[in-house]
Nanobody, 116 residues
Framework: QVQLVESGGGLVQPGGSLTLSCTAS????????MRWYLQAPGKERELVAE????????NYGRSVKGRFTISRDNAKNTVALQMNSLKPEDTGVYYC?????????WGQGTQVTVSS
């Protein structure tokens, strides 16, 4: 079955950096776009970044453009989110997502807290 497992969250000071990773299994990874979402406290889940199956197309949410970079390694079935210049408003649970085999799949999420 499809599984997405995130890792790499933690506590970081404002201005710091963090890299999240998502390991996928159960589907042909290179055939599907992958996405990172953020659910901030008290807010709806929002799209942070997405990358096409081949990795040639990337899109970012307005609030993270220029600070975050999404990448993927199709040989390892992983997608990463490099987060730089982190702000307190980047705090929340980050989820890995894909629409594969006709369904939406989500990881369990990883907590990122940006605070001094």
């Amino acid at each position: 079955q499809v599984q997405l497992v995130e890792s790499g969250g933690g506590l970081v000071q404002p201005g710091g950096s963090l890299t999240l990773s998502c390991t996928a299994s159960g589907f042909i990874f290179s055939a599907y776009a992958m996405r990172w979402y953020l659910q901030a406290p008290g807010k709806e889940r929002e799209l942070v970044a997405e990358i096409s199956g081949g990795g040639t197309t990337r899109n970012y949410g307005r609030s993270v453009k220029g600070r975050f970079t999404i990448s993927r390694d199709n040989a390892k079935n992983t997608v990463a989110l490099q987060m730089n210049s982190l702000k307190p408003e980047d705090t929340g649970v980050y989820y890995c997502n894909t629409y594969a085999l006709g369904e939406a799949y989500w990881g369990q999420g990883t907590q990122v807290t940006v605070s001094s």
